[in-house]
T-cell receptor, first 112, second 114 residues
């Protein structure tokens, strides 16, 4: 599992509330990514990080922010959750020496 | 940015038959093309990848072919088995060129009928 842990695994929240998802890795990988998965859309990139305090936006970044204050943790925050953000969220790491992406187990988020 | 289109969205085959999934990409600078398999309720996992300096790559019953001129690549699974049933995603990126991330296709749900 490339030492990736996502928490929580499942979350139900209400519209308008802030939500933070955590991705923790134990192997000191520099590159980390957040994707969301929705039927018919595959995996879409939200934000990614190239190191501590070095982040960039992906194709569906509106309504999301990220932080990376330590190499091992990459946090995804939904500033004010909406029903359209109901999705499965996957964190991933990329090895420095190649392009291989390894995913965490995912977080199922429901916004009611 | 890159756009990856994947077809078909669903595919049903009989056990033992072959399955082919096709993807096209838009960015001619993309040079890395992996395929991921996702079983129900699980994470996507890399099954095979190819770089643009290679036209074909095989690993047992799976193979990937790449046509750079036409900007399309395909996954071939031979002698399909029920455990091949899953959702398959293709992806593309620019290997070794600055900030980059994989762009994924929309997925193909493969059902292998026993």
């Amino acid at each position: 599992d490339a030492g990736i842990t996502q928490s929580p695994r499942h979350k139900v929240t209400e519209t308008g509330t802030p939500v933070t998802l955590r991705c923790h890795q134990t192997e000191n990988h520099r590159y980390m990514y957040w994707y969301r998965q929705d039927p018919g859309h595959g995996l879409r990139l939200i934000h990614y990080s190239y190191g501590v305090k070095d982040t960039d936006k992906g194709e569906v970044s509106d309504g999301y922010s990220v932080s990376r204050s330590k190499t091992e943790d990459f946090l995804l925050t939904l500033e004010s959750a909406t029903s359209s953000q109901t999705s499965v969220y996957f964190c991933a790491i990329r090895e420095a020496t190649n392009e291989k992406l390894f995913f965490g187990s995912g977080t199922q988020l429901s916004v009611l | 940015g890159e756009n990856v289109e994947q077809h078909p969205s669903t595919l049903s085959v009989q056990e033992g038959d072959s399955a082919v999934i096709k993807c096209t990409y838009s960015d001619s600078a993309s040079n890395y093309f992996p395929w991921y398999k996702q079983e129900l309720g699980k994470r996507p996992q890399l099954i095979i990848d190819i770089r643009s300096n290679v036209g074909e790559k095989k690993d047992q019953r799976i193979a990937v072919t790449l046509n750079k001129t036409a900007k399309h690549f395909s996954l071939h699974i031979t002698e399909t088995q029920p455990e091949d049933s899953a959702v398959y995603f293709c992806a593309a990126s620019r290997y070794g060129t600055g900030r980059r991330a994989l762009t994924f296709g929309s997925g193909t749900r493969l059902q292998v009928q026993p």
